[in-house]
């Protein structure tokens, strides 16, 4: 199996963790730390391809907002689409969950993420598991919805982004 194909399985898993998740009582931060690394790895199957000319990004965190607009266009061109979806919102998205991996802050505006507490601007401890997510709220609304489900097509589908496994 080569890398890009390992990611793409990575990413099918963390997908189905994701949705398993959604269906529990467990505090947002759980479901949201898988959306990302699902996310995350689905981009990384895409730049582990051998002719990536992004190979630059293989190893940063913060990918989805540049990668995954760009597979959902090129998904989307794939099939016949006319119609163009909106990439601003699909990015404004994306960007959203780039921005729950706690290495990616926007330069320390905001250090909110789902793994590890955080300290606010008056020094006082955050908790991921008492925290509101405003992307929770995003992905219930028509490019959220849509971003899920060109994601999990990909992910179930991963010869739609890589090509066919090889025998």
């Not at 190979?55 to 990668?67: G, L």
């Not at 290495?103 to 008056?122: A, F, S, T």
């Not at 489900?149 to 982004?161: D, H, Q, V």
Request: charged letters at 25%; one cysteine or more.
């Amino acid at each position: 199996m080569r890398l890009n194909q390992a990611f793409a399985a990575q990413a099918k898993a963390d997908m189905e963790a994701y949705y398993a998740l959604c269906g529990t009582s467990l505090p947002i931060n759980h479901r949201l730390h898988y959306l990302q690394m699902w996310f995350e790895k689905l981009c990384k199957a895409y730049l582990w391809l051998p002719d990536s000319a992004m190979a630059d990004f293989r190893y940063k965190h913060n990918v989805v907002s540049t990668i995954l607009p760009r597979l959902i266009l090129e998904k989307w061109r794939r099939i016949g689409m006319v119609a163009r979806p909106d990439v601003s919102e699909i990015r404004r998205v994306c960007r959203e969950v780039d921005l729950l991996h706690p290495q990616v802050d926007d330069e320390q505006r905001r250090p909110e993420n789902v793994e590890y507490p955080w300290l606010d601007r008056d020094g006082n401890a955050l908790v991921p598991s008492e925290w509101s997510f405003p992307v929770a709220r995003t992905l219930h609304t028509n490019p959220g919805r849509l971003v899920l489900k060109a994601a999990s097509t990909l992910s179930l589908n991963p010869e739609l982004l890589i090509g066919r496994p090889e025998r």
